[in-house]
């Protein structure tokens, strides 16, 4: 064994241990959207995972936002069209060319830079369901650690490109290590494709940028 997998393999155990007794899931905050610029007039706090704002009464009628976290915005419902990485007191939504059109939201995590492009849309998963996807990562000071990264229950494929996709789908940066050592019988590739009996990713470490 390598002096960096012995490294990294001491990473890991260390992050499995403290999960329970020192870290906390990694989630997204909150996010209150105003009717009105500097957070004036109707508002709506969200929490999770929205797919659509019509739900809430609140379609296309943002002009300013409070973000706890960083959130990904988006001017369609079901996270499509064009989509803004946002974080902070978000006075006038005009900044980001969204003032009065944002359909959908969901979290993107705590930390890390400020506003930039969110995930593209070409990865074949599909919108992140409420709630996110079925994995907690634990945090670490430089990576968040997942044990066993499913997509709507199923394993992922084997491969730096799914396991980068699973990552920025996160809101996190690139992986920085995984384990490929486990089979499955069927498992998602990076685009969306159903695989047949193939390795799949464990013990995932995602960088937070």
Not at 187 to 207: F, H, Q, W, Y
Request: aromatic share 10%.
């Amino acid at each position: 064994m390598t002096t960096r997998q012995t490294w990294l393999a001491g990473a890991i155990a260390m992050l499995a241990l403290a999960g329970a007794a020192q870290a906390q899931p990694f989630r997204g905050g909150s996010a209150t959207l105003y009717e009105l610029p500097n957070f004036e007039g109707r508002s709506v706090t969200i929490t999770g995972s929205t797919a659509d704002l019509g739900d809430w009464r609140f379609n296309d009628r943002a002009r300013s936002a409070k973000f706890e976290g960083r959130w990904r915005i988006c001017e369609h419902d079901d996270f499509r069209g064009r989509c803004q990485e946002v974080r902070g007191d978000v006075p006038d939504l005009n900044r980001y060319g969204l003032a009065e059109q944002i359909s959908s939201l969901e979290p993107a995590g705590f930390g890390g830079p400020g506003p930039g492009p969110g995930p593209g849309p070409g990865d074949g998963w599909g919108p992140r369901p409420p709630g996110g996807w079925d994995s907690r990562g634990v945090e670490g000071t430089r990576t968040v650690f997942f044990a066993r990264p499913t997509v709507r229950g199923m394993d992922l494929a084997a491969g730096k490109n799914g396991a980068d996709t699973f990552c920025r789908r996160q809101g996190l940066g690139p992986a920085a290590w995984f384990d490929d050592s486990e089979r499955a019988s069927r498992a998602l590739g990076p685009n969306g494709e159903i695989t047949g009996r193939s390795r799949v990713i464990r013990d995932l470490l995602c960088l937070r940028y």
